[in-house]
């Protein structure tokens, strides 16, 4: 639930990898990204994540059920979708297509039946090794670039055996992975997937526990806890990721606690700085409310003055993913 902090006896069950199979829900595969680890990658975002920062840029992937969107500028108003729908859940009001959300079960009968591609389903259940096969597509690409397949979200450790199966069958298959996290999982899930993982792009948002209370809904002891263990383990395959959020994280004493905390992790020595984003017309177009009110990317003196801080302590900081 919002807000909840997952505990270990919350865990969704690891399952055990043979001859089950093992299905999760994704909202969106990529191709040929360039931002998210080395090389020419597919990015996979699996759906679902325990957390609900205020500036989250993938809202679709929040939630593991399936959400409708509507694109109000691609609507011709034929109004054929509005007989389909079991729900009863859309009408329009004059200006455009009305979704009622709560009566919304993304049934997709409305998306068929839409002749101008307004309406679109965000999420689609997957197994494992079917999802493997699309990736594999790309192999040749990795090869030739040092790319590999990148797992983000929503957060992939949301759901922990789906992606524990996508790992392991990557790595049998020689595919470099890199996996994009909040970090915030029980620590035995968390630890379940290390070995299988060449790369981690770990976000560390804000260091205050309950300033990350407030803008993410959940503390951040656990995150904390996870990105240790991880430094001691593996901290030359971890970048931070530093998402800069005018006005909530870009504060000198938030910069400041992240310069600490980042010289007390052993082995780790990089720092991506991700500008913020105005994705407010993502949520209109899901029906979701925007609680950002200054949505302004930080300034490039802004970005600059936190890389310089950073750099102070020997970390090698880039702008971007």
């Not at 597919?42 to 920062?53: D, S």
């Not at 101008?116 to 999802?131: H, K, Q, T």
């Not at 948002?205 to 996870?226: A, C, M, P, Q």
């Not at 302004?296 to 102070?312: D, T």
Request: aromatic residues 8%; hydrophobic residues 35%.
């Amino acid at each position: 639930m919002p807000g909840q902090s997952i505990r270990d006896s919350d865990a969704l069950p690891i399952a055990t990898f043979g001859t089950q199979r093992t299905k999760g829900v994704v909202f969106d595969v990529q191709r040929f990204a360039i931002h998210d680890g080395p090389g020419i990658r597919t990015l996979v975002f699996l759906k679902g994540c325990p957390l609900r920062c205020w500036w989250c840029q993938n809202p679709e992937g929040l939630s593991t059920a399936k959400n409708l969107w509507y694109f109000e500028y691609r609507c011709i108003q034929s109004k054929r979708c509005i007989p389909t729908c079991p729900s009863s859940a859309l009408s329009f009001d004059g200006d455009g297509l009305v979704v009622n959300r709560s009566a919304c079960d993304a049934c997709a009968l409305c998306v068929e039946a839409c002749p101008s591609g307004a309406l679109s389903i965000a999420g689609r259940e997957i197994d494992a090794e079917e999802l493997v096969r699309e990736i594999e597509k790309d192999v040749l690409l990795f090869d030739n670039s040092g790319g590999g397949v990148t797992f983000s979200g929503g957060e992939p450790l949301f759901q922990p055996a789906f992606l524990k199966a996508l790992l392991i069958q990557c790595k049998s298959r020689g595919i470099h992975t890199a996996l994009e996290t909040s970090g915030h999982a029980p620590a035995r899930t968390f630890e379940s997937i290390i070995d299988y993982v060449d790369l981690f792009l770990f976000d560390l948002k804000l260091l205050d526990d309950e300033e990350h209370k407030k803008y993410t809904g959940v503390s951040n002891s656990v995150i904390k806890r996870n990105l240790r263990t991880l430094a001691g383990r593996r901290g030359k395959d971890v970048i931070l990721r530093f998402p800069v959020i005018t006005g909530i994280n870009d504060t000198e004493k938030n910069v400041e606690e992240f310069q600490r905390f980042a010289r007390s992790l052993r082995g780790i020595s990089e720092v991506d700085l991700l500008p913020y984003h105005d994705v407010s017309e993502k949520y209109r177009r899901l029906g979701l409310g925007y609680r950002m009110d200054a949505r302004a990317a930080p300034s490039a003196e802004k970005l600059n003055r936190i890389k310089e801080k950073l750099e102070e302590i020997g970390l090698k900081v880039k702008v971007g993913g």
